[in-house]
T-cell receptor, first 113, second 114 residues
Framework: GNSVTQMEGPVTLSEEAFLTINCTYTATGYPSLFWYVQYPGEGLQLLLKATKADDKGSNKGFEATYRKETTSFHLEKGSVQVSDSAVYFCALINTGTASKLTFGTGTRLQVTL | DTGVSQNPRHKITKRGQNVTFRCDPISEHNRLYWYRQTLGQGPEFLTYFQNEAQLEKSRLLSDRFSAERPKGSFSTLEIQRTEQGDSAMYLC????????????FGDGTRLSIL
């Protein structure tokens, strides 16, 4: 079946530090990959996506590259801000599974001044 | 863009009672999904509609759970004879048709069973 594994949090960084949140996946076929973000008290928001191997998704300074050879989709940002504090979820849609999302367990990011 | 709307935001009920949640998707989206999220976990798929047809149900959806989307617009999720283990955040999402269309989530309904 499909599964997503994320690094455990919380991740605590100082403002302007470099961020990496690791995500690896298991899926049959050719999944599309997503990062969602959940700010405190809010719903899930799509952050970025990639639909095929070697695609790079980017948004708000965040990037992730779809690596088929390592089955990974790590999230990176060069300089985090306090406002980036949130829970980040890696997820996949496998085209053979009726478009339902399979999520990782989430990684909490806390950015301090 | 009014977004996906879920009501109520919070529901507290006693064990054994029935509860019903409502989801209003983005108006032009014909796909609607229900997920459940427990503390410290990612959302888990429950069921999915395309227009009014319920096309898939997870094995997580026991016979105490039922979902409807009678006119292909809003959807309801009912839980009968609630149990402690039903305490969770229930999330609704919608998307246009197409396998790689991003799903837009509502803020969820938090259910607490006393």
């Amino acid at each position: 079946g499909n599964s997503v594994t994320q690094m455990e949090g919380p991740v605590t960084l100082s403002e302007e530090a470099f961020l990496t949140i690791n995500c690896t996946y298991t899926a049959t076929g050719y999944p599309s990959l997503f990062w969602y973000v959940q700010y405190p008290g809010e719903g899930l928001q799509l952050l970025l996506k990639a639909t095929k191997a070697d695609d790079k998704g980017s948004n708000k300074g965040f990037e992730a590259t779809y690596r088929k050879e390592t089955t990974s989709f790590h999230l990176e940002k060069g300089s985090v801000q306090v406002s980036d504090s949130a829970v980040y979820f890696c997820a996949l849609i496998n085209t053979g599974t009726a478009s339902k999302l399979t999520f990782g367990t989430g990684t909490r990011l806390q950015v301090t001044l | 863009d009014t977004g996906v709307s879920q009501n109520p935001r919070h529901k507290i009920t006693k064990r054994g009672q029935n509860v019903t949640f409502r989801c209003d998707p983005i108006s032009e989206h014909n796909r609607l999904y229900w997920y459940r999220q427990t503390l410290g976990q990612g959302p888990e798929f429950l069921t999915y509609f395309q227009n009014e047809a319920q096309l898939e149900k997870s094995r997580l959806l026991s016979d105490r759970f039922s979902a409807e989307r009678p006119k292909g617009s809003f959807s309801t999720l009912e839980i009968q004879r609630t149990e402690q283990g039903d305490s969770a955040m229930y999330l609704c999402a919608s998307s246009p048709q197409g396998s790689v269309q991003p799903q837009h989530f509502g803020d969820g309904t938090r259910l607490s069973i006393l």
